[in-house]
DNA sequence: TTGAAAGCGCTAACAA
DNA sequence: TTGTTAGCGCTTTCAA
């Protein structure tokens, strides 16, 4: 009777113990050759490093972070199903993280607090090392503190209140204040702003930088709300030229959805951009932004930055320094051919 | 002289140790009492439980993993980076698993086969119990398999050559086929097919179901490849409705930009859609879906139920069950007014 | 019913 | 220069 193969032919990954056998070292031998420290002749260390690339030899994490107490790993708690926003965030935040070594736990929540707790719970059973929250709006969001007592947590593209908290955020008010700046310094004089809801913390915020920035340049002011689609750009700008009253000549738009709703508005009716209206809109969203006749001038949130600069403060935040507040970083302004400019790229800063 | 606080007031979580010490029983009662296994008397079981809930322990499970050499993660590697499809497979996946208790490391190798190498090297140390391999388009790619040798992978929304590889993909061409009896089965008679590169595998492959339903219903074919965008989708319109030729009366776009953009196109020219053409789009991507106008009819991969189906899978090979080939999953046909029929929602199957 | 102890794979302190 | 060993936190077997 021939004996059968083991139906699992997964095979155990060789340790260290496999290695010293081979090298005929003792264990602790091994282990100082294959981690460069401790006096060691250059023979015997060879000789080690040999066998263990022979045999495939790759260290635990799972028992060196056991005996380290520290997991080299983080987890990112998003509550953005579609990822619009969040994933550039995290593609940046995975990337600087990984140059250090650490790996990311990725978690979806969707807005579940229920969910949220238990990803959490798991998270805190891998012993993770830092925490990052995103979401799929800026907004302030409740805090996760007292579930993660001493845990690094970083809070971007959203906020929370809570006392030790960090929070990374878009500089909303300022984005917009550049936008709009941009439309005066082209000349514009009547420049409405056609945005989203008001419930939206970034609403209110964009609202403020345009303000700021008419009150700046001596013009007057009309803002309208509405739903973050292109239906609505459409719908705004039948609207406002409709009118027998003032017409504007430029429109700052909430986002390049309803900047590009507006721009074919206007088509439709015949009116020319950016010759006799200029419009900026926010995102700089390029599936939307290129596609749009002409293509659109915006705001560009620079989210990758975000997500890169988030990932260098966790790192100091895992490494016991204490960061705490809110800090905005800087939009851009991305020049396309909406606003009759030549292209260029204007930093906030 | 006061004693200074310590600096970093990162507590270290409590142990099994430390409950069994403040329990008064053994280290061996506590594990049993927890685990809701093993004969123990009631009152016991509750002060240790009890005990537990109050100092706030949370098992470690890396020191649990090492003892049943089952990490509980597992890894997914991407080279989407803007995320388009992948992030639906991946949040359906990692519901599917989260459910599971499996936790899972999100990397992205962005194409570059070295970072590829190091992201998995980095998962093998972390020993996950299987891998995801995902990517932006569907092509063929390189084979991850001998760097990780008796792990389960999945190749999902794209495939390798590799003996016992298991993929799943869409199916493109079942969804081409639906997309184009669709069309015909309106009574349409000159269906051409606006389609993307064919360099990719996706394209060919709806190119090849398209032919299939012309041929099932003695229809010609018209082909034409251009880059994935708006602006070919309005070129195409453009081009194919000047022409002294036959004119088409329905497209069918290789993706939904390109509908979208010719149905812009059609519009500028005056022509009905779908009274005078009717369109059918791919990828039922809704920003672009829902703000065309008229609202597209698109074909669905149904990226979620691949994912979670992915996850499902995953999770068999894990425990052990050999499964291998290439699957590819439905998509559907969802119905919105590019085509003149009413709301509706077919399934391929 | 409860306790003691070995062992998962690794590192570091100490001994030889 | 090399070897021995305790211990990271947990589970499980065996003994009491």
Known sequence: MVAKKPINTRTKAPTIRDVARVAKVSIGTASKALNANGRLSTETREKVKRVAAEIGYRPNDLAQSLHRSK???????????FGRFSFPIFEALEERL????????????????????QHLDQLLGKRI?????????????????RFAHGLPVIYVFTHADEDDAHSLLPDDEGGAYLATTHLASLGRKHIVHVTGPERFEA????????????KDNGLDEQVHHGPWSEVWG??????????KTQKPDALFCGNDQIARGAAEG????????????AIVGFDNWEVITQAARPPLTSIDMNLKALGAEA?????????????????RMPCSLVIRQSCGSEMRNLSEV
């Open 266 to 277: 206007l088509r439709d009716l015949g009116i020319q951009v950016p010759r006799d209206v």
């Open 234 to 243: 459409r719908e705004a700008a039948a609207k406002l030229f409709s009118k």
């Open 71 to 81: 997991s080299m790993t983080v987890g990112v708690i998003t509550n953005d199903s």
């Open 203 to 214: 609403v209110r915020l964009r609202l403020k930088g345009y303000r700021r920035a008419l």
């Open 311 to 327: 990932g260098e403060r966790l790192i100091a935040m895992i490494g016991g320094q204490k960061i705490r507040g809110a800090r």
């Open 98 to 117: 990984a140059a250090e070594g650490i790996a990311v736990f990725m978690c979806n929540a969707t807005d579940d607090p229920e969910r949220e707790r």
């Open 129 to 145: 090392d830092g925490l990052v929250v995103t979401a799929r709006r800026t907004d302030n969001r409740a805090p996760i503190g």
